[in-house]
């Protein structure tokens, strides 16, 4: 009877466990259609923000009219504004783990007050938990976040470090390394740093050239009003372009992690079946011995 017993058990756990199979598998392929889908759509927007982003850069790094209101250097860091991009749901892996251990790294290499923009119900989770300062929090699926809705997240980040309620803005989010590959990373957006390596290349090429040309750029109307307008963009295109990044790897880690999952549900099942076959030979051995045994004793 106690053989008989396990033996139930061990089939409740192989019909438990190819259910749980049958799920993770069902989500692996759900990840793998999202993450074919999110990889198109980060490759063709890859292009287009980092010529964006690198032509801002070489404007502002070749104009001496820079409002000092953006650049690094121009005031003490005593508050810095992290925003933290991560998952809303669970099984991706260590996914949004990575994202708040960078942040907290991060904060570790700043002597500043921290303040808290979470993209994620993850990051919200725990910084909330740990009592830190939230600015604000968006639950919006990264995958299904517009521009327009990135550009009001960042608008009151930009008028609060205008205004010098935070001297820095700090980016923390997932970069796609390759499908099976992601890394957390932080990218300072604001105070504004300028491209030192621009400035080289510039430099060579003015020593370089026989006859020198002086290029003088005016601005309409006014370089503080087009640099007002600028470095927002800047800010605006780099979250976005976080968001659309993110929100690819997201898809590629629950990949990994259901297909690793569905792998080990697999092996399970074969261990239990084996289980259960030893505990079946088992069971009738034990049966057969009780038989002979019987017919002994009435012989």
Do not use: W
């Amino acid at each position: 009877m106690a053989g008989s017993g396990n033996m139930q058990d061990i089939k409740r756990r192989v019909r438990s466990v190819t259910s749980i199979e049958h799920i993770t598998n069902a989500m692996k392929l759900v990840s793998a259609a999202k993450l074919r889908r999110a990889k198109l759509m980060l490759e063709k927007t890859q292009r287009y923000f980092k010529y964006v982003t690198d032509a801002i850069r070489e404007v502002l790094a070749n104009t001496e009219d820079v409002p000092t209101t953006y650049l690094s250097g121009d005031r003490e860091i005593k508050k810095t504004c992290y925003i933290v991009v991560t998952s809303n749901r669970g099984l991706a892996g260590s996914f949004s783990a990575n994202v708040i251990k960078q942040t907290l790294l991060a904060m570790q290499e700043r002597d500043s007050e921290a303040v808290i923009v979470s993209v994620g119900s993850k990051g919200r989770d725990y910084f909330r938990r740990r009592n830190y300062e939230m600015a604000s929090e968006h639950l919006l699926p990264p995958e299904n976040i517009t521009f327009v809705e990135t550009r009001e997240i960042s608008k009151p980040i930009l008028e609060q470090f205008e205004q010098g309620e935070i001297d820095e803005v700090v980016l923390v989010y997932t970069s796609f390394i390759s499908p099976l590959e992601q890394r957390a990373k932080q990218v300072r957006l604001l105070p504004f740093e300028i491209d030192q390596n621009i400035e080289q290349k510039e430099a060579s090429a003015a020593s370089s050239s026989t006859k020198k040309e002086i290029r003088q750029v005016e601005y309409e109307p006014s370089a503080e009003a087009v640099f007002d307008y600028l470095i927002p963009k800047y800010v605006e295109i780099m979250f976005f372009g976080a968001i659309i990044e993110s929100a690819t790897c997201e898809h590629a880690a629950r990949r990994v992690a259901m297909e690793s999952a569905t792998d080990n549900a697999h092996d399970m099942i074969s261990d239990l079946n084996l289980t259960f076959n030893r505990a079946r030979q088992a069971a009738i051995t034990r049966e057969i011995t009780e038989i002979v045994s019987g017919a002994d004793a009435l012989n």
